[in-house]
């Protein structure tokens, strides 16, 4: 049985804050436009914390984290704040 949405967005969200704190700050022009996002990838959610472009292939992805949807099992945190230095 699947574990719901919800339970693995608030894992992938407190894990994801987590990480965050050993990095710089995001700047407040892109934490005004921050969404969670997340991907269905067979058994796999990825949850990405990202900024919206005019083209989804232009949205600057600044986190990425993998649930497993039937243990809830994280995978670790991807960082990259080389993507938010403006």
Same mark, same amino acid.
């Given at each position: 049985m ?9 894992? &992938? /969200? @407190? ?8 990095? +710089?700050?995001?700047?407040?022009? #892109? ?6 996002g ?5 058994? &796999? /959610? @990825? ?8 083209? +989804?292939?232009?949205?600057?992805? #600044? ?24």
């Amino acid at each position: 049985m699947a574990i719901k949405l919800e339970v693995l967005r608030e894992k &992938a /969200r @407190v894990a994801t804050r987590e990480a965050l704190r050993q990095c +710089p700050r995001i700047p407040d022009s #892109l934490r005004e436009n921050l969404t969670l996002g997340v991907l269905f990838e067979d058994e &796999a /959610r @990825v949850f990405e914390l990202y900024v919206a472009a005019e083209r +989804p292939e232009d949205a600057r992805v #600044l986190t990425r984290v993998t649930a497993n949807s039937k243990t809830g099992e994280l995978g670790p945190v991807e960082v990259y704040p080389e993507r938010w230095s403006t």
